[in-house]
């Protein structure tokens, strides 16, 4: 009976040596028995003819990038999903009073929801948990960075408003198997712009939401499409594209003040002609690539390049009608020709000669060198006599001469003003015909943009 006792105590005092092996904890043990028999590739519903219903929710944080050429839209999204596990259920009294815990995501059943507009996912942030209360509610939030097809409309470029769509479904499961539904009111998504950076380019205007059913292949397919409605702010490429364009054209409309005579015109012309050319280069990158249609601002700046070689056709054409009747420049001037032929012979005036100038009282030497005409006959007379002159004689000779060749070029100058005062009038004509047809098309690009910037 001793030995029994002593080997009692003996094993007791081993007992009290060995360590006690820990327990282990609720959570871990909650785990473990949520998903000891968990299969992930089932609906997780006990009656398979229990509909499972995902709810859906949608915050957009910001507008990336737009693309015209390839019809896509970048955006950053915050997108919910929530569902009822049926299997992921317990009290939670018995596991320390936890009420909510968080499972891998590839261990549990994920409804396989999809955007339809989805070209590629981008760079988003893999979260490889869930969220799982004790009633079986399963809460999957995910940001995601989604490149999106959008049918985008530049031709209001930059006054232009996109409506892109984020449309939500099954790919397999019919609407006997999977419903849709929203998480929150439609209004309340619609108008929620708490989280959107609106600091940038674009600006948000709403996101409506709608949900309709297709049919397709005997079956009903649950559809939720939110409806993206962004706007562009203006202006930057009002301040960068549209106002130093309008300063071009208002400067080609300042040279026509330019002298028509001067011979400037032109090469100031050509000179904002190469200007505008080499900005419209420049700000190539800048503007929209459609495949399709071609954005009103790209007509804008087609029609003003089109209106400075108008410009500088109209101008061209009065310089040409300027110097069309205009003859060639003389050799010599009529001094030069008669220091050139008679400056010898002046030498030998006499005294006699210079006195018989004296009597030629009635001859007009004010300006517009006026000969009465039975004068002009006896001059033109003398000045056919063949014999050797005498003093006077040549000296008459001479008057004749260079009143005849003032005469003509006082004709030629007169003639010349009247040709100039003409080609003045059709400049003048063709200036307001410039302007009417460069305000007309003004009024008609700004109607265009106001229409659509308003609706």
């Known amino acids: 009976m001793s030995l029994i006792w002593l080997s009692l105590l003996f094993s007791a005092h081993l007992a009290?040596?060995?360590?006690?092996?820990?327990?282990?904890?609720?959570?871990?043990?909650?785990?473990?028995?949520?998903?000891?028999?968990?299969?992930?590739?089932?609906?997780?519903?006990?009656?398979?003819?229990?509909?499972?219903?995902?709810y859906l929710d949608l915050i957009l944080q910001s507008v990336l990038d737009v693309d015209g050429k390839t019809q896509?839209?970048?955006?950053?999204?915050?997108?919910?999903?929530?569902w009822t596990d049926e299997f992921l259920?317990?009290?939670?009294?018995?596991?320390?009073?936890?009420?909510?815990?968080?499972?891998?995501?590839?261990?549990?059943?994920?409804?396989?929801v999809i955007v339809s507009e989805f070209v590629n996912e981008g760079k988003s942030v893999p979260i490889p948990y869930v969220y799982v209360n004790s009633s079986g509610s399963v809460k999957n939030y995910r940001p995601v960075q989604a490149v999106l097809a959008c049918s985008l409309e530049m031709y209001a470029f930059p006054f232009d408003k996109q409506n892109c769509s984020l449309t939500f479904r099954s790919w397999l499961h019919s609407v006997?198997?999977?419903?849709?539904?929203?998480w929150r009111?439609?209004?309340?998504?619609?108008?929620?712009?708490?989280?959107?950076?609106?600091?940038?380019?674009?600006?948000?205007?709403?996101?409506?939401?709608?949900?309709?059913?297709?049919?397709?292949?005997?079956?009903?397919?649950?559809?939720?499409?939110?409806?993206?409605?962004?706007?562009?702010?203006p202006l930057l490429y009002v301040v960068g594209l549209l106002i130093p364009s309008i300063f071009l054209m208002l400067v080609d409309v300042v040279s026509f003040y330019l002298p028509l005579n001067s011979g400037t015109r032109i090469t100031f012309k050509i000179s904002i002609l190469l200007g505008y050319t080499v900005f419209r280069v420049n700000l190539t990158d800048d503007l929209p690539v459609t495949a399709l249609s071609t954005p009103l601002i790209g007509v804008f700046f087609a029609v003003c390049m089109a209106m400075?070689?108008?410009?500088?056709?109209?101008?061209?054409?009065?310089?040409?009608?300027?110097?069309?009747?205009?003859?060639?420049?003389r050799q010599m001037s009529v001094s030069a020709c008669l220091l050139d032929k008679y400056g010898s012979a002046g030498l030998g005036f006499t005294e006699s000669a210079l006195t018989s100038?004296?009597?030629?009282?009635?001859?007009?030497?004010?300006?517009?060198?006026?000969?009465?005409?039975?004068?002009?006959?006896?001059?033109?007379s003398l000045n056919?006599?063949?014999?050797?002159?005498?003093?006077?004689?040549?000296?008459?000779?001479?008057?004749?001469?260079?009143?005849?060749?003032?005469?003509q070029e006082d004709s030629e100058s007169s003639a010349q003003a009247e040709w100039l005062a003409l080609c003045s009038k059709l400049d003048c004509f063709l200036f307001r015909f410039y302007l009417l047809v460069l305000a007309s098309y003004a009024g008609t690009l700004l109607t265009l943009w106001a229409s659509w910037s308003s609706a």
């Open 384 to 407: 056919e006599i063949h014999h050797a002159p005498s003093g006077l004689e040549w000296l008459l000779q001479e008057l004749v001469s260079l009143h005849l060749a003032l005469s």
């Open 357 to 380: 100038i004296k009597t030629l009282d009635h001859i007009n030497l004010s300006g517009d060198y006026d000969v009465e005409p039975s004068l002009e006959e006896d001059l033109l």
């Open 185 to 233: 009111s439609a209004e309340a998504i619609a108008n929620d712009k708490r989280e959107f950076m609106n600091d940038g380019e674009w600006e948000l205007l709403s996101i409506p939401s709608s949900y309709w059913q297709i049919h397709q292949d005997n079956t009903d397919y649950a559809h939720i499409q939110f409806n993206v409605l962004i706007r562009r702010r």
């Open 16 to 54: 009290e040596c060995v360590p006690e092996k820990p327990k282990r904890s609720a959570l871990n043990q909650l785990t473990r028995t949520l998903l000891r028999k968990y299969d992930c590739g089932v609906r997780p519903v006990h009656n398979w003819t229990s509909l499972t219903t995902v």
């Open 308 to 329: 400075l070689m108008l410009s500088l056709i109209k101008s061209i054409l009065v310089v040409k009608l300027l110097h069309h009747s205009e003859k060639e420049v």
């Open 176 to 182: 006997k198997e999977i419903d849709l539904a929203l």
């Open 72 to 82: 896509t839209i970048t955006t950053s999204i915050w997108y919910r999903q929530i």
């Open 89 to 112: 259920v317990w009290d939670p009294e018995e596991f320390d009073g936890i009420n909510e815990i968080s499972l891998s995501s590839d261990a549990i059943w994920i409804p396989d």
